[in-house]
C-alpha cells in the first residue's frame, strides 16, 4: 500500500472513531440518592432522573445508598470513576457535614464538582393532632413549661430539618430533644403515628398529609409566605423574629470529571429545569425549579457553608446528635 493511500485510510479510520469516543454517554448513567426512597432527596432524584434521561437519550438508573447522615451515598460519588457515569443529587446539608463527622472520607469542595442547582426548597413546621398547639407560639409556650419533653424528627444527623429545628431551638430559647431518622421517609411514618410531636418537614412530603388533616402545619421557614399555603405564617410572622431556613438540591460528579461532560450535563439540567412539565412536577413537590452554572453553584457552597456551619458550632452537633 503506499504512503499516500495509507495516509487516507488512517484519516477515514480516526472521522469514524472520533465521534464515538467522544459521543457521551454511550451506556446508561447512575444517579446516586444518598438517601433511602420515600424521602425529599428521593422524590427529587427520580423526577431529575427521568427528564434527563429523556433529553440524553440514555437511561438513568436511581441508586439509593443510604447511611451516616448522606455521607456513604456522597463518598460512592466521590471515589467513583470520573467518566460522567455516576452522578449525585445532594441537598445544602453537603457543606456541613465536616463540621460533625470528624474522620469523613471525602472533601466535597475537592473531590465533587457541582452541575447545577435544580431547586430551591423551603420547610414547613409540622406537628402532630395531638399536640395540644395551633400555633408557634403556642408550641413555644408548651415548650418552655415542659423543658426537654417535646421532641423533633429529621431526615438524619446534619440534615436540614436537624439544622431548622436547632435554629428554632437557638432563637426561640426553648429545649426539644431531636430524633434523626435514616431519611425523611421514616421520619414522616412515626410523626404521623404520634411516636415523635414535630418536624420540619420538606413541604412535598407533608402537604398532603396536611390537607388530609392528618399532620398540624404551624409555619413555613422561608422569609415569604408559599404559594402552596398561602395561609400559613412564616417564622416570621408567627413569633420567631429573623428566623429564615431555605435550602437546594444540586447535581454533582466526581472532581476529575472531564469539563466538557460537565458541560453537557449542565445544558441538559438547565433544559430539563426549564420544561413545563418538570417545573410543575416539581412545584407539587414544594420546590421551586431553579438551574444555575457549574460556577454560580461553587459560590453558593462556599456561602452556605458559612451561615450551616455557625449553626452547627453553635448546637454542638456531633455524627451521634
Not at 104 to 117: C, E, G, H, K
Request: net charge positive; proline share 7%.
Amino acid at each position: 500500500m503506499g504512503a499516500a493511500r495509507f495516509a487516507v485510510l488512517l484519516l477515514s479510520l480516526a472521522s469514524v472513531a472520533a465521534p464515538a469516543a467522544e459521543r457521551y454517554p454511550a451506556k446508561p448513567v447512575r444517579l446516586v440518592v444518598s438517601f433511602p426512597p420515600g424521602g425529599a432527596d428521593d422524590a427529587h432524584g427520580r423526577l431529575l432522573a427521568e427528564k434527563l434521561g429523556e433529553l440524553l437519550g440514555r437511561q438513568i438508573i436511581v441508586d439509593n445508598r443510604p447511611g451516616a447522615g448522606g455521607v456513604i451515598g456522597q463518598d460512592t460519588v466521590a471515589k467513583a470513576v470520573p467518566d460522567g457515569y455516576t452522578l449525585l443529587i445532594a441537598g445544602s446539608s453537603i457543606v456541613i457535614k465536616p463540621s460533625f463527622y470528624p474522620k469523613i472520607p471525602y472533601d466535597y469542595m475537592r473531590d465533587l464538582a457541582p452541575v447545577s442547582q435544580i431547586v430551591s426548597t423551603r420547610f414547613v413546621l409540622v406537628v402532630h393532632p395531638s399536640l395540644p398547639v395551633k400555633s408557634v407560639r403556642d408550641l413555644i409556650g408548651l415548650a418552655r413549661a415542659k423543658p426537654g419533653k417535646l421532641n423533633f424528627a429529621s431526615s438524619g444527623v446534619g440534615a436540614m430539618p436537624h439544622l431548622c429545628g436547632e435554629l428554632f431551638k437557638q432563637m426561640a430559647q426553648i429545649s426539644i430533644v431531636h430524633v434523626p431518622y435514616k431519611g425523611g421517609g421514616p421520619a414522616m411514618v412515626d410523626l404521623m403515628a404520634g411516636q415523635v410531636d414535630m418536624d420540619f418537614a420538606t413541604m412535598g412530603s407533608s402537604i398532603g398529609m396536611i390537607g388530609a388533616g392528618k399532620l398540624r402545619v404551624l409555619a413555613v421557614t422561608s422569609a415569604a409566605r408559599s404559594p402552596l399555603l398561602p395561609d400559613v405564617a412564616t417564622m416570621i410572622e408567627a413569633g420567631v423574629p429573623g428566623y429564615e431556613m431555605t435550602s437546594w438540591y444540586a447535581l454533582f460528579v466526581p472532581a476529575a470529571t472531564p469539563r466538557d461532560i460537565v458541560s453537557q450535563l449542565n445544558a441538559a439540567v438547565v433544559s430539563a429545569v426549564a420544561s413545563p412539565d418538570l417545573q410543575e412536577r416539581l412545584r407539587k413537590l414544594g420546590s421551586e425549579p431553579l438551574s444555575s452554572s457549574a460556577e454560580q453553584m461553587t459560590q453558593r457552597l462556599q456561602k452556605d457553608a458559612a451561615v450551616l456551619t455557625k449553626i452547627v458550632k453553635t448546637a454542638g452537633i456531633t455524627e451521634d446528635k
